[in-house]
């Protein structure tokens, strides 16, 4: 049986050995390469910012599946009823403890906590939860991997009876099955390998289950197949760019299109080149 644990911190604290991050997560990484210097405000410099609705939703949805998952997994209530208060309760506690959330006034804070509760009933009635005990909820691993120089972590949302990886995303759309594999690529391939290091087995699979805020509730499951030794090897290249990157203290910005909605536009308007 996989255990859950406490969170680690997050990725990017820095060390006294030559700047190396205590450790690496996919979404860390992910985060440093599409724009180091984003990360250095948000990581490294923790400069604090209104939370997005969309990810203040997704937590508190992710909170109400923990609970019926764990649930499922200790022989514990299932009922929509126990789901519904672990969300709302989650909710309203990630808004005091994480600090103000962008909502767009009274109505549009009710309606997000109303949409949260929808998508949660959508799920437990598409027959998509699981047949079995899972072996994990919320399993937080760290571990050494080859070609790594630092621990790589990462918490799985879900690990079925057959090791089987599912990952929960809240969407506003229905997700296109191909660009979503894509897109989450080296989160399911960090998974894979913390697994195969924790327990000496490789997931037969890998699974992204969309829960989408659209009209009427849409609960999309997009399957992905287990790792071959190639996109091994790519994800550990990508994850070790971060690290290199990070501790070299290359935070540089990367201009695009995500400039648009970023947080950060006026402390990297400031920027002039060099560390932060």
Not at 130 to 136: D, I, V
Not at 159 to 174: E, G, I, N, P, Y
Not at 190 to 199: Q, R, S
């Amino acid at each position: 049986m996989i255990a859950p644990s406490t969170l680690a911190p997050p990725a990017g604290t820095t060390t006294g050995n030559g700047g190396l991050p205590a450790h690496i997560s996919a979404t860390a990484a992910r985060g440093y390469l599409a724009c180091g210097l984003r990360f250095y405000f948000e990581r490294v410099a923790c400069i604090a910012r209104p939370v997005a609705a969309a990810l203040h939703l997704g937590k508190a949805v992710h909170a109400g599946l923990r609970h019926l998952h764990a649930a499922l997994w200790r022989g514990g209530d299932t009922s929509p009823a126990a789901v519904e208060r672990a969300y709302a309760s989650a909710f309203d506690a990630l808004e005091a403890d994480e600090g103000p959330v962008a909502f767009d006034g009274t109505e549009d804070r009710d309606k997000a906590k109303k949409d949260g509760l929808r998508l949660l009933a959508a799920y437990m009635d598409s027959g998509e939860m699981p047949k079995e005990r899972p072996r994990g909820v919320e399993v937080t691993l760290e571990e050494m991997v080859p070609g790594l120089g630092v621990p790589l972590c990462g918490t799985i949302d879900l690990v079925c009876h057959d090791l089987k990886v599912v990952d929960f995303k809240t969407a506003s759309s229905r997700p296109d099955p191909d660009q979503a594999a894509f897109d989450a690529e080296l989160q399911l391939v960090a998974y894979a390998l913390l697994l195969e290091a924790a327990t000496g087995e490789t997931p037969p699979r890998m699974e992204l289950v969309h829960l989408v805020k659209t009209k009427s509730p849409q609960v999309v499951r997009v399957s992905v197949p287990p790792p071959n030794d190639a996109r091994k090897d790519r994800a550990v290249a990508m994850l070790d760019a971060a690290v290199n990157g990070i501790a070299e203290g290359r935070f540089n910005p990367s201009p695009g299109m995500q400039c648009g909605w970023c947080q950060y536009r006026d402390e990297c308007s400031a920027w002039t080149g060099g560390a932060p």
